[in-house]
């Protein structure tokens, strides 16, 4: 497999520092988003040194400054976005379209699988080694894992039978216009 140039947002995150682990252990090119919003945080500075040391590059790159966030995709072919849309952090979500504004002013990062036709590798990690990881974490972190968990290996909210007679959930508010997915996720091809 031919290896990419990979740029982490959100690198020291719970899923973050995961992606960027992953990234490195299969040799490619992995640059972190160092963003001085985080300002004097010594743990996540800490982490980007650590970081840093295992073999990645540090790029500074600000929401609140489009160019430099420009400037950091147009050094990869990749990026991956794993900055928090919790409800309590909501506004994350909102900066990520500032995120995506950038990769397309770059032109340079290479588009989503199915729109290319390309296959893109899966990795997976089992139920045990996922449940593993709360160990150590703080009790609201580990309610955070114990709720992927539950959507992700165990398809809750999606492991039940609707029924006869039911209603696809779209037809239930005809007014509003859905968009599938993938018909958004066109836009930004």
Known sequence: MAKSKVLVVGGTGYIGRRIVKASLAQGHETYVLQRPEIGLDIEKLQMLLSFKKEGALLVEGSFNHHKSLVEAVRK????????????FRSHNILLQLKLVDA?????????WEKLTGKELEKISISDTDFLASMEGLALAEQVGVGHFYHFFYEGCLTNFEIGEGAEEASKLYPEVQYTRMEDFLKLYA
Do not use: F, L, R, W
């Open 76 to 87: 990869v072919d990749v990026v991956i976005c794993t900055m928090s849309g919790v409800h």
């Open 103 to 111: 990769i397309k002013e770059a032109g340079n990062v290479k588009k």
